[in-house]
């Protein structure tokens, strides 16, 4: 019964530890899919925005093609995604199916227990009732023994003393033996009782805690649930991106052909004119010719003054159609004009606040790779994807948690230190430039946060095992070479994260004082990061 509980208690500790790791899982999954509909109806704005537009000129096909690349990064990150969240969900469905099976052992384990608790009962009582037939069977034979001595009493001339005395000696030891088997099967009577009462409480906080854990599986089957219905929200927003992609792909054919037809429409109105004044110069020819005849003069002047009509009328048809062709495309010129002087109007205003703040992390950019949500979706990977993997193999290895700890905080000093004094040799250079070269403090603070940045940017794409120095642990020897691959792996992703946290602006790092552990003691990364 003991271990049944210690089982138990370590099954519920387990479950509680998942299911805390699935809310986490879950919190991050519902934050991708927030952003993912974000994005989907920023598409949604940009394909509107095609449509409404009547034509198209180089600086509108620019923007397109700029579009066609952010579809094509944000449909590449929306695959990487969903395989992420596949496999997260499988790994979950791997779980749930462990956490069944092993609440599956409880069960047989706690029904072979009370079998085994039945047996013993059932052995118990037959002993009791063997004791009590050889109780009954010892007083049957006292009681018998009593009346032969009671008879034999009634008989004085044929016993002497003697004979009475050891007859009534027997018979004293006879009921302080009969005395004595009542007392035993008093106490064993109480002992059963005892054992059944001890038996029924022990059943009762068995079956009480495996109905507990049934009701926590449910609670976990209905957040894998909720997480699958996450999963199909997600396919649904690709499916409306992919489909979005079709349409503004097919406005765009549509525009290019409405532009090619009216090309070509221009071209057979010019092609018409260019033969109508060919023929009016034939004509002309002709009436040059019959000048000496007034009456053939006279008609070519009246057939000359009818081809004048109509050229001028079809003259006045092709102004009309420039006209309203440069009409069309002065409107759609003027209205590009005029989002461009607001675009450049907003840049003025905020250009500088914002051009400095975009380089260094003050504001929040898609092309920036280190800004401060980059930075925290980098910590949440750590903490939940790649942090696991390598807690396994440390622990399957017996290695200390407290020394995986100060391993991990130490990186991050040491990242945040070595940042710092890169960050005082960048303001002993540019304290001298401010000195000699007689550029104002905001710009020599301006040039000295977008050196900062370089440096970051150029530390984002360094391989991270560069970055850390070798050796790194005092006493490489006594551990094995598995476990120092995880330790290599773990300290330079620690030290590469600390070192684009601490060039942030303000730097970051993990929130160590306010970290709570939870039920897992190595959960060792806080949840939380903060601004220093």
Not at 290 to 315: F, P
Request: aromatic share 4%.
């Amino acid at each position: 019964m003991g271990n049944t509980r210690s089982a138990l208690k370590q099954k519920e500790e387990e479950l509680k530890s998942v299911k805390n790791r699935l809310i986490e899982i879950e919190t991050f999954y519902k934050e991708k899919l927030q952003e993912a509909r974000s994005a989907l109806k920023q598409k949604e704005e940009e394909l509107k925005s095609v449509k409404d537009s009547k034509s198209l000129n180089s600086e509108d096909k620019s923007s397109c093609q700029r579009c066609e690349q952010h579809e094509r990064e944000h449909k590449e990150s929306m695959t990487e995604m969903e395989t992420f969240y596949k496999k997260k969900l499988h790994e979950a469905r791997s779980a749930l199916k462990q956490k069944e099976e092993e609440l599956k052992s409880v069960r047989d384990s706690l029904t072979e227990m009370e079998t085994l608790n039945e047996e013993k009962l059932h052995e118990a009582r037959s002993a009791l009732k063997q004791k009590e037939e050889e109780l009954k069977s010892f007083k049957d034979r006292m009681a018998a023994e009593l009346e032969e001595d009671t008879k034999s009493m009634n008989i004085p001339v044929s016993q002497t003393p003697a004979e009475i005395q050891t007859h009534q000696k027997n018979l004293y030891e006879a009921r302080s033996a009969l005395n004595q088997k009542e007392e035993e099967l008093k106490l064993v009577r109480d002992r059963m009782t005892e054992m059944e009462r001890l038996n029924q409480e022990k059943l009762q906080e068995a079956r009480s805690s495996l109905k507990q854990k049934e009701e926590e599986l449910k609670s976990f089957r209905i957040s894998l649930t909720d997480m699958e219905r996450l999963y199909q929200g997600i396919h649904w927003a690709r499916s409306s991106l992919k489909q979005k992609e079709e349409e503004l792909k097919s406005v765009k054919n549509r525009m290019t052909e409405m532009e090619r037809l009216n090309q070509e429409k221009l071209h057979e109105a010019r092609s018409a004119l260019k033969q109508e004044e060919g023929q009016i110069e034939s004509l002309e020819d002709r009436l040059i010719k019959m000048c000496t005849y007034q009456k053939n003069l006279y008609e070519a002047r009246s057939a000359l003054t009818q081809k004048d009509q109509e050229l001028k009328s079809l003259k006045d048809r092709m102004t009309e159609m420039e006209t309203l062709y440069k009409e069309k495309l002065h409107e759609a010129r003027s209205a590009l004009k005029q989002k461009d002087e607001e675009l450049k109007s907003v840049r003025d205003r905020v250009a500088p606040d914002l051009t400095l703040s975009i380089k260094t992390g003050d504001t929040e950019s898609m092309n920036n790779p280190v800004s401060k949500t980059k930075l925290t979706e980098m910590y949440n990977k750590l903490k939940l994807l790649q942090w696991p993997k390598i807690k396994d193999h440390l622990k399957s290895n017996a290695v200390s948690r407290e020394f995986t700890r100060d391993l991990t905080q130490k990186m991050f000093k040491d990242a945040a230190e070595e940042m710092e004094r890169k960050k005082k040799q960048i303001d002993e250079v540019f304290g001298l430039i401010e000195n000699s070269s007689g550029l104002t403090p905001q710009k020599v603070k301006e040039f000295r946060q977008l050196t900062i940045h370089s440096l970051q940017m150029n530390l984002h794409h360094s391989r991270k095992e560069d970055l850390l120095q070798s050796p790194f642990l005092d006493d490489e020897a006594q551990y094995s070479q598995d476990v120092m691959e995880n330790f290599r792996l773990l300290a330079s992703e620690c030290y590469w994260l600390g070192c684009l946290m601490a060039l942030n602006n303000p730097p970051l790092q993990p929130d160590w004082e306010n970290h709570v552990p939870g039920m897992d003691a190595w959960d060792i990364f806080p949840r939380n990061i903060k601004s220093v």
